[in-house]
């Protein structure tokens, strides 16, 4: 059993830094650890049963995670693009896929192509998240509904996993459904209320003591627990009722040391699940069913994404957010494994086969979405410079006046406020690019230009007169002032760009991303005080200007700062 722990977690670990290295996921050299633990190259035979039993512990965490991570508002602030294309989108997948497997597998039975397409929509959350977070959009509009798409996506798993139990016990679906119904709004009952009182107490009483072990000791028995609680006594899967004990500690005030001690945790174990997968893997069963593989990968790669974006072209999203969500779906991962798996092992009812084709098509889709996404840049500026998908307001902004400054504020929260109203008392053309459409609409009012849109686009650059503009002020700590000020300075390479940060830490990341000065609010907020302290003190204007100055050169000297910074 050791040596295959270590075979396995030593290639996952080598070939997952490799993966990562190329700018993969690392998922890809998990799943190929597995198909090369499994050779027989080693000398002793490994032992794969060993792997799978340890994967179900990461299969369980996983969905504790999910849990721990999941809050119905994230889902709430997307849910007009989110749930409707997601359900939209995972039906015509499902079916796309059912049909496939329908027509090219011989004798195919209805209900096992049903389950292959089910399998087939589910995307990867781990895979999702990482590119996004590597492309820096994760924060973005279009990153929160690729996120919310994900947060439908695993409630359908879940979904999924409670009806399979039903489904397939041989049993008078009529009163099985009923029973079910039953048992588990007793589980959700007992762990919403009766859970939530035992576990939150039993985690501040182990928060007291200065043992960090100990905390997370509890918190994975509290996974683990729930997780066995709902399969013997409720006949749920051990998946719903780690999901569920993921939620109730999710919304305690533990939420965020749970977190950081069960999700490094669960990601170990992961690994395990993945290199189990990788495993079970027969490159040559793949080439044998070449058909149904390359159905399966064209549906992932292309039919997946095209129907979602045509899905949010149609409620009415810009291309940008259709591009970045319908790319970032072009992939499939670790519930449709843990389905496939299950419906498989445990209920005997999809071929081998099949979850091969399954397991093969993650593999390849996980390889290619990194590489996919770096196209995603271009085709948005191709679809932007000819203005397609592109929404602003439909008030004129008018040219630039020669005699006046142009400056361009993005987002107009209390700084971006402030100093509209100060550059207009000088005299200076101010335009105020903000998403949020109702500010807009209500400070045109007021007789301030303003546009609806992304700063990043480069039509709406255009529109607010970038190409004459003196300054570009970046006010939001959220806006990506990478992209922004890429999108700027292609435009006008003369215009001073200015961004804001909260942190000093961050002022020389955000000047590596195109920003040419950068204010902090740590900064600011030190050298206000020192101002204010000495002239209380009886200093004079010159010893605090001298004093300001000192200061603002020690904070360019620790992060490394240019002149620029400030």
Known sequence: MIFTLAIGLALALLLGITAQKLRLSPIVGYLL???LAARPWWGISVEGEVVDEFSHIGVVLLLFGVGLQFHFKDLLAVQKVAVPGSIICMAVRALTGALGYYLLVPDADAVVSLLFGACMCVSSTVVLTRVLADNKVLQTPAGHTALGWLVVEDIFTIILLVLLPVFF??????????????????????????????????????????????FTLTVLVIALGIAVLSSRVFNASLEFGAFLS???????????????????????????????VGMGFDLAGLLEHWELALSALLLTLIAKPVAAYIVIRLLKRP???????????????EFSFILASLIANQYHILPDFAVNVITGTAIIS????????????????????????????HDEIPAPTEDKHRIIIVGFGPCGQILQRIFSEYHMEVVVIEMNVDTVTRITREGILALHGDARQRTILKLAGVEEATAIIITSVAAPAKEIAEAARSLNSNISIMAYTTYTSNALAMMNDGAQTVFSGEQEVAL??????????????????????????????SFGATSGKR
């Open 246 to 276: 993921g939620m109730v500690v999710g919304q305690s005030k533990f939420s965020a040391r749970a977190a950081g001690d069960a999700l490094p945790m669960r990601d170990a174990f992961a690994v395990l699940f993945f290199v189990s």
């Open 528 to 557: 206000s005080m020192v101002s204010l302290l000495l002239g209380k003190l009886g200093a004079t204007d010159e010893q605090i200007q001298r004093e300001r100055k000192k200061a603002q050169n020690t904070f360019e000297q």
């Open 319 to 333: 291309s940008r957010m259709a591009l970045i969500v319908s790319t970032s779906l072009s992939q499939v991962g």
């Open 169 to 214: 016990a041989g049993q008078a679906l009529g009163p099985a459904l009923g029973w079910m119904a039953i048992k588990l709004t007793l589980l959700v009952l007992c762990v919403a209320f009766l859970g939530k009182i035992i576990i939150e107490n039993t985690l501040t009483y182990v928060s007291r003591s200065t043992s960090d072990e100990l």
């Open 366 to 393: 996980i390889t290619l979405n990194a590489a996919l996404y770096r196209f995603v840049p271009r085709l948005v500026r191709a679809f932007e410079d000819r203005g397609i998908g592109v929404t602003h307001s």
């Open 33 to 35: 650890a597995g198909i």
